[in-house]
């Protein structure tokens, strides 16, 4: 059974730094491109950033030069640095497959942005 697990979120002050983790089945991660996507208060979910199985990586406008994607193959794990962070960062962060399926859809992570 595919499962995709994040965590590492929290609550920040404006300017400060998280670091997102998602476990993911090995079943889905080694030839999929990962992405973390969120979902802000009264929002749809967004794609935020993306990674090849190979490292290649995109990000959404509003976090290009703050967020960094990264993948650790071995651990079946994708991870999201996030620096800088701004209040309308704020929402649930979650992790699947690009482009995203369904029944992947995890709990996801809170990250709240607030002084």
């Known amino acids: 059974q595919v499962q995709l697990v994040e965590s590492g979120g929290g609550l920040v002050q404006p300017g400060g730094s998280l670091r997102l983790s998602c476990a993911a089945s090995g079943s889905i991660f080694s030839l999929n491109r990962m992405g973390w996507y969120r979902q802000a208060p009264g929002k749809q979910r967004e794609a935020v950033a993306a990674i090849s199985s190979g490292g290649s990586t995109n990000y959404a406008d509003s976090v290009k030069g703050r967020f960094t994607v990264s993948r650790d193959n071995a651990k079946n794990t994708v991870y999201l640095q996030m620096n800088s962070l701004k209040p309308e960062d704020t929402a649930v962060y979650y992790c699947?497959?690009?482009?995203?399926?369904?029944?992947?859809w995890g709990q996801g992570t809170q990250v709240t942005v607030s002084s």
């Open positions: 699947n497959v690009v482009p995203p399926y369904p029944r992947y």
